[in-house]
């Protein structure tokens, strides 16, 4: 099973809809999520930390399930600029303060006009 | 405006030659990152440093080598290029929180022919 796990889409949505998908993470001593957007042929940028209380951002709102271990995207009134690709990285810290910090393969996003 | 530069941009070169993507950043950042970035794989760490005369190896480091003689520069060697290390390589920075965001350089797309 992988580290982390996104579906890859693509997904093909109406300019306007809301859309989400999730992230699966198979360690549960992960302690830092987040969500990096990363367009065509371009570098990730970070879109938002992901915490325990859940967060919102605007439009996007980032969701944190810890006892699924997984973590969520959700995009309301979604805009032809959201068309990208989404990341799903998790963090894990260790005690001897060494981290590993796991990438997704990336959800592909596509708003349809 | 602080920055992170990857140089060169692209790079044809031949098996067994050595390369050498340098990177280099201006936000006096600690950790930095080596990434490479393949279809289905998503970004998978290479060697990071957390700082001059650290560094460690990532998931994926063998055929490579980083050294870190200051702050702002994690130039990354293939000391013998094979065509399997064709990929986009991104370098990463961060300040030092394990929770901070990462900044990564435009990316070098390397071909190893």
């Known amino acids: 099973r992988k580290e982390v796990e996104q579906d890859p889409g693509p997904f093909n949505v109406p300019e306007g809809a809301t859309v989400a998908f999730n992230c699966t993470y198979s360690?549960?001593?992960?302690?830092?999520f987040f969500w990096y957007r990363q367009d065509c042929r371009k570098e990730p940028k970070l879109l938002m930390s992901?915490?325990?209380s859940g967060n919102e951002d605007g439009r996007f709102t980032a969701q944190l399930n810890r006892a699924s271990q997984y973590i969520s995207l959700l995009i309301r009134d979604s805009k032809l600029s959201d068309s990208a690709t989404y990341l799903c990285?998790?963090?894990?810290?260790?005690?001897?303060?060494?981290?590993?910090?796991?990438f997704g393969t990336g959800t592909r996003l596509t708003i349809i006009p | 405006d602080a920055e992170i530069t990857q140089s060169p941009r692209h790079k044809i070169t031949e098996t067994g030659r050595q390369v050498t993507l340098a990177c280099h950043q201006t936000w006096n950042h600690n950790n930095m990152f080596w990434y490479r970035q393949d279809l289905g794989h998503g970004l998978r760490l290479i060697h990071y440093s957390y700082g001059v005369q650290d560094t460690n190896k990532g998931e994926v480091s063998d055929g490579y080598s980083v050294s870190r003689s200051n702050t702002e520069d994690l130039p990354l060697t293939l000391e013998s290029a094979a065509s399997s290390q064709t990929s986009v390589y991104f370098c990463a920075s961060r300040s030092g929180s394990d929770t901070g965001e990462l900044f990564f350089g435009e990316g070098s797309r390397l071909t190893v022919l």
């Open positions: 360690n549960s001593a992960s302690q830092s």
């Open positions: 992901v915490y325990s």
């Open positions: 990285v998790v963090n894990i810290l260790s005690n001897f303060g060494n981290e590993k910090l796991t």
